[in-house]
């Protein structure tokens, strides 16, 4: 099983700080998932990164296979950007391995 | 534009009653995937397809049963032999199984009275 940390685990911000979020895994994966969860429930992936670093407008996506480590960064926060954000490495390469952290409170404040 | 659709967003059921959720896709998807989620957890597979008219058990497959008799469509009832049906259920589907991104539906919520 592929144990899953992230921290913070509830995170407040102001309006246009650059947030952090770290996830840590213990088995080594192929590629990850970033995931982004609002209020209504609905899930939207973020990211699929399997090396180095990824960026989809103010959001930017790291991973690093060796430390098992990945981080996604947020920059300019915006209160939209409210939402929990869920890092989801996959035991092996299969998207029905996918083992889910259990995510990170964000509000951003206006 | 393709997607994933799930209906409804809300549902509300009588304890005892078998439901069905739906989830179709149109992104030619092979691979499609059925998860749920309780407050404060992390999602949890329940069943999976990799090809249509094949579908395997998850981890928490107990009291839920599929179908998978056309590949843009994956429904799953919960039926009135699972304990604890109320929850957020999430659909998914990717391209394939292995080394792609997934997809997610906006989930349906069912309260069972």
């Given at each position: 099983k592929n144990e899953v940390e992230q921290s913070p685990q509830n995170l407040t911000a102001q309006e246009g700080e650059f947030i952090t979020i770290n996830c840590s895994y213990s088995v080594g994966i192929s590629a990850l998932h970033w995931l982004q969860q609002h209020p209504g429930g609905g899930i939207v992936s973020l990211f699929m990164l399997s090396s180095g670093k990824k960026k989809h407008g103010r959001l930017i996506a790291t991973i690093n296979i060796q430390e098992k480590h990945s981080s996604l960064h947020i920059t300019a926060s915006h209160p939209r950007?409210?939402?929990?954000?869920?890092?989801?490495?996959?035991?092996?390469?299969?998207?029905?391995?996918?083992?889910f952290g259990s995510g990170t409170q964000l509000t951003v404040l206006p | 534009d393709g997607g994933i659709t799930q209906s409804p967003k809300y549902l509300f059921r009588k304890e005892g009653q078998n439901v069905t959720l739906s989830c179709e896709q149109n992104l030619n998807?092979?691979?499609?995937?059925?998860?749920?989620?309780?407050?404060?957890?992390?999602?949890?597979l329940i069943y999976y397809s990799q090809i249509v008219n094949d579908f395997q058990k998850g981890d928490i497959a107990e009291g839920y049963s599929v179908s998978r008799e056309k590949k843009e469509s994956f429904p799953l009832t919960v039926t009135s032999a699972q304990k604890n049906p109320t929850a957020f259920y999430l659909c998914a589907s990717s391209i394939r199984d292995r080394n792609t991104e997934?997809?997610?539906g906006q989930g349906t919520r069912l309260t069972v009275v």
């Open positions: 950007d409210s939402a929990v954000y869920i890092c989801a490495p996959p035991i092996s390469g299969s998207a029905r391995q996918l083992t | 998807h092979d691979a499609m995937y059925w998860y749920r989620q309780d407050p404060g957890q992390g999602l949890r997934a997809f997610f």
